[in-house]
Structure formats: C-alpha cells, structure tokens
C-alpha cells in the first residue's frame, strides 16, 4: 500500500501561469496524489480562479479538493457556491475562515471556520468530505495555546473529516498537537503540511506572515548559503526529506505539500522517500 500523498496549488493570475500549472501537474500525477487542493483568495477574491483550477483538475482525471472561506460571506453566498462545487463533481472541500482582503472592512454572517463547518453539514449532509485547518505551533492570533486547541475541537465537533497542519519543520509540534488534540476529544486524521525549502527570502517572508517557525539552524545555515541558490536547494532537499521521514515513521496519516505551484522539489522529495 502507498503512502497517501496530496498537492495545494493557488489560482494562476495570468494565462502564461496557467499554463506553466498545468505542466507542474502533469509532472505531480506522475506521484499519484490522493487529490489536488486549491486555495482561495481573500473574501473569495479568487473564487472564479479557485473553481476554474478545479474544474480542470476534474477533467485531468485528478480528485479537487476546493478551498472555502467564509469572513465577509453570507449564508446565501455560501449555499450558492456550494451548489456549483457540487454541480462541477467536487467531493472534497477545505473549510476555512480566511482573511478579509485589505480595506474590506467587517461583515459577513460566520465568524469562525467552525460555523461554515456546520453550515456545510447542514446544507449537504455528507455530500462533502471536509477538510480544516489546524496549527501545531499555534495560530498567530490565538489568545493562547488552549484557545487555539478548542478551535480546533470545535470545528471537529461541528463535522470536519480531517484536518491539514500549516507547515512546520519541528516534527515534535506535529506530534504533540495530534496528541493533545486527542486528549480534547478532537480525534480525527492531522495530515501535515509540508513546504519544500526552495528560496530562503520566500520561505522567511512566509513564515513570518503566517507564523511558522523556522529552527534558529535552519535559517542560519540559509542565510550562510547566500545567493548560492544550488545550496539552498540541496540543503532544503535533505532537510525536508528527513522531516516527511520523520512524520510517516511516527504515525501520520499522510503528506500534503504546499508545492507553490512548481513540482521539482515535491516530486524529488517524494522520490527519496519509501511512499
């Protein structure tokens, strides 16, 4: 049996991106991914981009898991879109609260990526296998390590299937997540998320934005490397290889990698490993 593995793209925003995508995917479904996600935008700024990317997923043969927000949406909009992923053969969705885009100002009826959670379950029954997010070293804007732990367990109890980590490089957070979250009655598959490490001025200006923390060793040896980009590659290959080893021999259910819509370094990474 293999390893279960699974890719995230975003919505190109031009054609010349799109097209490269679709030469990034043709060369990941050489891996054979368990689906294909594909984020969306702030307030649903990429929604059009979202269904579109889906939507050739689908006729490339390839499970689309689409990405759902709900700040600055309404009960009306959701069901509305929850219509059409329907209608397109979308089985799978990732259920988020997102962001709002910059002066968007407030609104919307979900405060909380557990309310859209319950929303989809009660609008559709199992129709939808339902993704969420979680965070082994804490959301950025949790109040506490515990509030974030019983967010998560919300959106559990409100139905999710599974959940998806942001990326981390401390196996050790992974694992204590998946067992505190346990304890809280939160007892559901944690696939981590996975960033290969491919440019060092990306991976920080990620990271800094979203929260994930990157080992005092890991980015001082990036920053030694320099402009030595080949270094960085090699160096990221072995880092990261070693941490997707670390997480299928510890018990994780599976693999997501936020491939950046570029496949070299997920498919090498995936070639080292026994999946």
Known sequence: MTFPVSFEFFPPKTPEGAAKLRV????????????????YGAGGSTQDGTFGTVAEILEEGVRAASHFSCIGAT?????EQL??????????LVAL????????????????ASDLVAFIRAETGSDF???????????????????????????????????????FYNSDS?????????????DIPVVPGVMPITSSTQLLRFSDA?????????????????DDSASIRAFGLDVVTQLCERLRTGGAPGLHFYTMNQSAATLEICRRLPL
């Open 24 to 39: 990034a995917r043709r060369a990941l479904y050489t891996a054979k991914p368990e689906f294909c996600s594909v984020t």
């Open 75 to 79: 009960r009306a909009t959701v069901r």
């Open 83 to 92: 219509a059409r992923l329907k209608s397109m053969g979308v089985k799978q």
């Open 97 to 112: 609260r997102g962001d709002l885009p910059s002066g968007y100002g407030t609104g919307g009826e979900f405060t909380y």
């Open 129 to 167: 296998r339902i993704e969420v997010a979680c965070y082994p070293e804490i959301h950025p804007q949790a109040r506490s390590a515990d509030a974030d732990l019983q967010a998560f367990a919300a959106k559990v109890r409100a139905g999710a299937d599974s959940a998806i980590t942001q990326y």
């Open 174 to 186: 992974y694992f204590r997540f998946v067992e505190d979250a346990k304890r809280a009655g939160a």
């Open 210 to 226: 979203c929260g994930a923390e990157i080992p005092r060793w890991i980015r001082l040896r990036l920053q030694g490397y320099g």
